[in-house]
Structures are given as structure tokens and as C-alpha cells.
């Protein structure tokens, strides 16, 4: 090889004749009858033979070349993995060359040594790399950022600023386009609409739904600078946020005429843009690096006469695979295809391993971060999950959220956190971290919510288009039953007199005890006392100037039916009782004349619209001589305001104005205040009921034979009335307009006497650790030892 080379210098100061030392160099470096096999699919070189003055022209530049300082790479030749790099091998191969000599190619020498060379160090372990195919690249959607080395933490420069490229081979005027921000800029100052296919996500069906907590969770993938993200990933156009326009990825113009590699002879527009397409429908930036590093080459320099070390780096070749083969092609045209500039390319270079894998992307990655140790935000849960839930009386059935007191704040609770921890010596987490956890991982609110609005009309306001369009008439109804159940109660209330008793009854929202400004009291289980509120309206004064259909509530008589839950439920026994209990309280009153009554409630088939209460008319009707008829009007949901809301807020307002002398321990204490509720007018009447007081409407509707109500649909039914003629047979509505009532007959045979039985034969247990709560605070002295006596016996 040595005298190869020094050959060539001989035959240039001897001026022998350029023919021949053309010939030979091309034999040294045309060596293609081995061709090397590498990871890569084997590269065919189809270069075009070009005529002979191409020939002279290159082999006249590698012999001014031999004069420069610059290391000679003339004598490169490639050398197989699996063969001793041998001088004398080598040597042998030129000799062998030279008996058949290699057609001429007009690829200029020093590309053509710069193909044929040995990727020491890659060679062997590129095939640890996944090969991506270009045709047949995953459409995939990542929210990554542009390549931005200035961010990377583990990103260096100083290989890739010291590298060069094999862009040197093509001709000076392309060249001068190869700069970083070429791509930002549209064509002819126009900008580019190309629409590149979007990848779907895909969303697993079977995927468990998150859980619901206090505030909803921050969607990313929604945030206006991730957005922008994923369509310059894409490749798309996309506004900054500085309203500046960026124009789609398009192929800018190719290599000119001039290129060495003749790259336009064999790349077509349509190959272009197809491998343009998928090039960035990868949409991923670390995918895309990968789809870079797979066409580029290192060239790696094996011989350098000089021993004074430079800051040169290696040369590196492009390829695109084209007809299922690889084809080199010049940089400009490996920029201009993909529409990419300099930047992206010096990165992969530089995150290149000789393992065969690139870097990963470190941008935002670094583990510098502030981390909250563990132990204390379990310590925030744990206190969280500490706080007695209250079961809501209006929506227990209609929504996942658990409710707490609105005693406190959330700085109340915070605060109480951190006194709890300073007590105990441990470290404790700030207001931010408490309210995060318990805002992003519970679903807790405070008070308990009520039916403010209509669940239909709220649908209805917030519905556009169609869908408002097919609630329209169902909305209409609700409307036109709305307006009608409120007509039907003020002329039930018209036609209030001795013998005509119109009630409105509810159900207070749960009273609990002990109740104080204690702090120990929010963190411990209470006990729920109810209060269902029978109000029998009174008709209203002509005098008055209040408007038709309503009343001075305080002519109005209420009786408030308390208990406790050691004492009964909140279902429809407790509810059927209470209004039995009312029923008979009124016909034991002198009456001229046979008694009709009217009830007026809400529609909760729990308590109020079931064949237990029907069970009980029936009962009711049989069992008094002077009932003439019971009538049950349902007030339409979302709209159930009444009379006995005011008597709700008149006993919370003296709950609130007696919290203020001391706590409200037990039950009997709840009692009072309501009795000294009302100021003026008829003063609050209270029965304390307890376990013995409640009857069975299970067995009664079992006695009667009303085993269900299949012939009518109990849910929709507006009215319902039963009368002392025919006992067993339910007259109804099932809405207001109806002007006239149906029929249904119960049962078929009549059961004239039968017999109440017990709801409950003994006090009610409650759960074990609510009792334990309390008797810790009994113990603790937070409750007095006065009412010991009745938290042990619970």
C-alpha cells in the first residue's frame, strides 16, 4: 500500500501519464468484488457512468490533492470485521484489483473512499438497533418538544461541533443553504397548508375510569403549549404563542445538476414527499432521532500521516432507502427531503452510542427535584380519613361525593393537622400540600348539598342543537306540571276547613350530637337525630297581602316527630308511622263531618312513594270511621319548595343561637330547641318517639295482600287517593292535566281487622366504632359525665 502511495506521488512529479495512475487509483479504490455485508440492507452503489472527461477530472483533483497537508485518504479501502488487518492483505487486494480493473464511476474519489470505508466500533453492534422501515413507520402522536439541545442536561457539543459532514462533497452553492433556521422559513415567502394525518390515541375501552375527586385533574394533553408541541412534532402548521404562524413541513428544493452523487437522477418528487409524510407522522421527537441514525454513517479516517492531532472530527454519509435498497445520497438533499436543518442532525451525532443506541431525551428529566417525604403525606391522609363522613339526606342515591361538616374551613383542618403533629413531635406537610391531597385524591365536600335546582331544567339550559331540540318537549311538560302542582296546592289550601286537612311533610336534614365549637367533635362520629315535619296549612286570609297561594306561616301548626338512630331508621316505616301517629292525633279532635286529608311531599320512593305507604291509606281508611278519603299529591322534582322549608330554617337559626351559649350533647337538648323555635304564632309541636313507637308497613302490606303494585307504574303516578267506599282501590293521576282519574283495584279479597306489628323490638345497635367515638369523648370529659349514662346504654 505504502509504495501504492508513493507511486502516485512519483508519477506526479515525473509527470508520467495520467491514464494509467488514474487507472490504477481507481482499481485501489473501486474495490467492489467483495462487497462488505453490514447491519444495514446491503447497499448498491448504481452510480451512472459518466463520461471520461468526469474521469480525468476526478482523478486530476486526487492528484493536486496529494500535495495538500490534509491527511490522504486515498488509500482507504474497507476492511472486513472478520479479516487481520494486514498490510500484505492489503497489498495483495490492490495487486488482484489491478488485473481487473472496476469500470470508472463519476462519483469523485474521495466520495467513493468515503463509502467504501470500515465502521470500526459500529459496525458490529448497529444490529442491536430495531431497523426502521420508512414505508412502513408507526403512526404514533408524542408530546415532545422540538430538538433543543440548549435544554438537555446531558447534551454535548463538543463532538458535534467538532464534526463534519460529507455535505463537503456537494457543490459550493448548496452548500450555502445548510443553516439552522432554514426550515422556519416558507418558500417564496408563502405559507405551506400541507395536512399531515394525525395519529389517534389509542383508548382502551376496558380502561378503568379515574376516580372522581374534589377538583377535576389537570388535563395536559388539553394546555395550549403542549398542543403547539404536538403539532410541530407533526410536522404541521401551528401559531406560537406569540401569534407568529409556522409554516407546515414541506421538501424544500433538492440538490442541483452540480451534485457529485447525482441525487435527483434517482429521487423522485413523489418519493420525497412520501418519505417526508411518514418522516413526521412519527410525531414522537425521539422517534424521529432514532429514523436519522439509521440513515447516517460515521466515516472513519484509518490512515493519517500527519502525528500532530487536529480538531477534526469523522465524516458522516446519508442514506434513503429507496426500492428496498439504500441509496447515498448528499446532505442537502437528506436536509432538504425531511425539511430539517442542521440542528436535529448534530444532536443525533452526538447522542450516538457505540453500543448502537442513541440517548435519551434529558430535557425536564433531571431528579433534582423537591420531593415531600412520603411519611408526611400519609400522615395528611390518615387525618383525612379521620373526619366522620355524613351521609347526605337529599342525594344519597345520586352522587359519589362524601360529605363532611361545614363546621370547619380547610385551613381550619389544616390547622388542626399541624397542632395534632406538634403534639405527637412529628413532621407535618404546609396548607399547599394538605389542600392538593385533599382536593385531588378525596371526594369530599363540605355541608350537605341540596336540590337547589331541577335536574331537568339544568339539562335543558345547558343543552345546544339536537340535543336541546329532543329535550324540548319533555322540558315543556315539566314546565306546564310545574306550574300545575303548585295551582293544585293553593287550591287544596282554598279549600282548607275543619273537615279538610291539607299537610305538607318533610324530612329535616340530620341533626347530629354532640355538636360544639370542641375541636375533637369534627373528628369523631356523631349520632343522627331526624325531625320529619308535618304542617297542616291553614287556609289563607283574604285580608292578607301576600300573594294568592300562599300563607302567614305562622297561623300554620307543625308537629315535628323526633327520634334518634339508636332509636329507628329514616325509611318508610318511620315515615308511614309519623303519619299514622298525625292521622289519629286528628281524628280523636271533634268533627261534624267525616274527615278528608290531603298530604303533599316529594317524590322519594324510599320514604314516600311505595306499596308500604300505600299499604298504610289503605290501613288508615279501613281502621277510622271518620276518615273519609286520604289524597297524596307529589310535588314535581327539582321544585318541591314548601311550607315546611320555613320550619326547617326557623329550628336551624335557634340551633345556631344556642350553639352560641354551649354544645348540644344529647338528644333531649334538641328537643328544646325546637319547642322554643318558633316565636310567635302556633309554637312547634314535638313527639320524641322512640323504637316501640314505629310499626312495621312490611307485615301490614303483608296482612292487607298487597304483595306489589305491577298494575301501576307507582313512579310516575302525580296523584294518588283512596276513599272510604272502596278501600281497595287505588284512584290516580299520573299527571295534573289529567282531567279524569283512574282506577286500579289492590287486592281482591278485604282483610277488615288487621294487626300492627313492631318495626323494631329492641333499640337499634349502632356501628361499633361510632359508639367507641363517643364514649372516648364521654371518658375524655369533652362530654359531660351527666349524659354518660346515655351514650352507654346506645
Known sequence: MCEAVSTVQDNKENNINKANTQQDYLEILNDTKNPRPTAY???????????????QRNCSKILNDADSPRPNTSCLHEVRPDEPNTEQQHCAEISNDSVNPTPSSSISNNEESSRNVSFAGRSTTSLMRPRITVLNSSDEDGDFDSDDSVKDPNFNTSSSSSSS??????????????????????????????????????INENQERPKKTRKRSAEPQQWKQNQIKRLRNLGMSYKTRHDKTIRAKECQPACNDRCRLKCSSFMTEEKRKELLTHYWALGDIEKQRLFIDKHIKKITVKYRYT??????????????EIDGKLRRICKKMFRSTLDINDRIIRTVIAKAREEGFLEEDMRGKHRNHKAVDTSIKDGVRDHIQSIPRIESHYLRQQTSREFISGGKTLTDLHKDYMQQFRDANLPFANLVMYSRIFNSE??????????????LCVAFENATGDDKTKLETKFEQHLIEKRLSREEKGQEKDKVSQNYIVAVYDLQAVLQVPRGDVSLFYYKSKLNNLNLTITKLRKPDDNNSKKRGTTNDSNDSTDCYFWHEGEGNRGSDEIGS?????????????????????????????????????????????????????????LITGHTQNEGDSVHSIIEKQIKRSLKSGPIYVPNQYALIIRDAKKTGNP???????????????????????????????????????????????????????????EVKLITRRCDSPQLKPAHSS????????????????KS??????????????
Open 41 to 55: 440492507s446491503p447497499i448498491t452503489h448504481d452510480a451512472d457512468q459518466s463520461n471520461e472527461a468526469n474521469t
Open 165 to 202: 459532514s460529507s455535505s463537503s462533497l456537494s457543490s459550493t452553492s448548496s452548500s450555502s443553504s445548510d443553516s439552522e433556521d432554514e426550515s422556519h422559513h416558507p418558500i417564496n415567502g408563502e405559507t405551506s397548508n400541507r395536512e399531515t394525518p394525525i395519529p389517534e390515541n389509542n
Open 307 to 320: 502525528t500532530t492531532p487536529t480538531g477534526r472530527g469523522n465524516n458522516h454519509a446519508f442514506y434513503f
Open 442 to 455: 378525596f371526594n369530599l365536600g363540605f355541608f350537605v348539598p341540596k336540590k337547589d335546582r331541577c335536574e
Open 578 to 634: 309519623c303519619l299514622l301517629a298525625f292521622i289519629e292525633k286528628e281524628t280523636q279532635r271533634e268533627h261534624t263531618e267525616p274527615i278528608d286529608f290531603v298530604y303533599f311531599s316529594d317524590k322519594c320512593c324510599g320514604q314516600n312513594k311505595n306499596r308500604f305507604i300505600v299499604a298504610l291509606y289503605m290501613f288508615a281508611i279501613m281502621k277510622f270511621a271518620n276518615v273519609n278519603s286520604i289524597t297524596h299529591k307529589f
Open 684 to 742: 312547634l309541636k314535638v313527639h320524641e318517639l322512640s323504637h316501640e313507637d314505629f310499626i312495621s308497613l312490611k307485615c301490614l302490606a303483608d296482612d292487607i295482600g298487597l304483595k306489589s303494585l305491577k298494575r301501576v307504574k307507582i313512579t310516575e303516578i302525580k296523584v294518588l287517593q283512596f276513599s272510604k267506599d272502596n278501600p281497595t282501590v287505588m284512584k290516580y293521576k299520573l299527571s295534573y292535566s289529567d282531567e279524569n282519574i283512574s
Open 763 to 778: 333499640k337499634l345497635k349502632i356501628k361499633d366504632n361510632k359508639k367507641a367515638d363517643l364514649i372516648s369523648l364521654v
Open 781 to 794: 370529659n369533652h362530654i359531660p359525665h351527666c349524659h354518660a349514662d346515655f351514650y352507654y346504654n346506645l
